[in-house]
């Protein structure tokens, strides 16, 4: 049974462009959450989506972040015109449900913003 | 705002011995509590969770005991392994509304010395 699968595993941008990032789920989870984690800090929550509904995004920021999940597909998450302070981790997690059920991590994909 | 908060970036300890890492949070409305090991260039992955109405739980070698009154929760590995040498990080879900939105503290990182 295959992993959160993350890809791509690197991505390196220069500002201004555009940055997708792609997350599959295990098989038989619907609950997709992403996450970003700076340089010496911790994992913060951007957004939860359950298959073509976005449950939460208060942790995304308004402008230039987007994230969907489509009824077939990876979760796609979007950053428009990229920054340097975009440079970081982003990880994506699911689970089957919300409540008291374990969310497992992908391995990540590090964005460098030159 | 630092909602969770691991406030020793880093642990020693020697092999065969016990690790004991914290955590303390200032949410009440957190009700579920997780922690997770990561690895440089890896994602986090699950050791154990608590939910809020337990005090104790134990899993092999990993225990996590929660204080409620103190807002304070601690994992204790024993007996500690040189494999165990990651980054532990702390998390919390307040649950209703949030989803499964997990809250991250900044992380310890253990290492174990044979």
């Known amino acids: 049974n295959a992993g959160v699968m993350q890809n791509p595993r690197h991505l390196v941008r220069r500002r201004g462009q555009e940055a997708r990032l792609r997350c599959s789920p295990m098989?038989?989870?619907?609950?997709v959450y992403w996450y970003r984690q700076l340089p010496e800090e911790g994992l913060k929550f951007m957004v939860y989506l359950q298959k073509e509904n976005i449950i939460d995004e208060s942790g995304m920021p308004k402008e230039r972040f987007s994230a969907e999940f489509p009824k077939e597909g990876p979760s796609i998450l979007r950053i428009q015109q990229v920054v340097r302070g975009d440079s970081a981790a982003y990880f994506c997690a699911s689970s089957p449900s919300t409540r008291g059920d374990t969310q497992y991590f992908g391995p990540g994909t590090r964005l460098t913003v030159l | 705002d630092q909602q969770v908060k691991q406030n020793s970036p880093s642990l020693s300890v020697q092999e065969g011995r016990i690790s004991i890492l914290n955590c303390d949070y200032t949410n009440s409305m957190f009700d579920y509590f997780l922690w997770y090991k990561k690895y440089p260039a890896e994602g986090p992955t699950f050791l154990i969770s608590i939910s809020s109405i337990k005090d104790k739980n134990e899993d092999g070698r990993f225990t996590v005991f929660l204080n409620k009154s103190a807002k304070h929760l601690s994992l204790h590995i024993v007996p500690s392994q040189p494999g165990d040498s990651a980054v532990y990080f702390c998390?919390?879900?307040?649950?209703?509304?949030?989803?499964?939105?997990?809250?991250f503290g900044q992380g310890t990182i253990l290492t174990v010395h044979p």
């Open positions: 098989k038989g989870h619907s609950h």
């Open positions: 998390a919390a879900d307040a649950g209703g509304t949030s989803y499964g939105k997990l809250t």
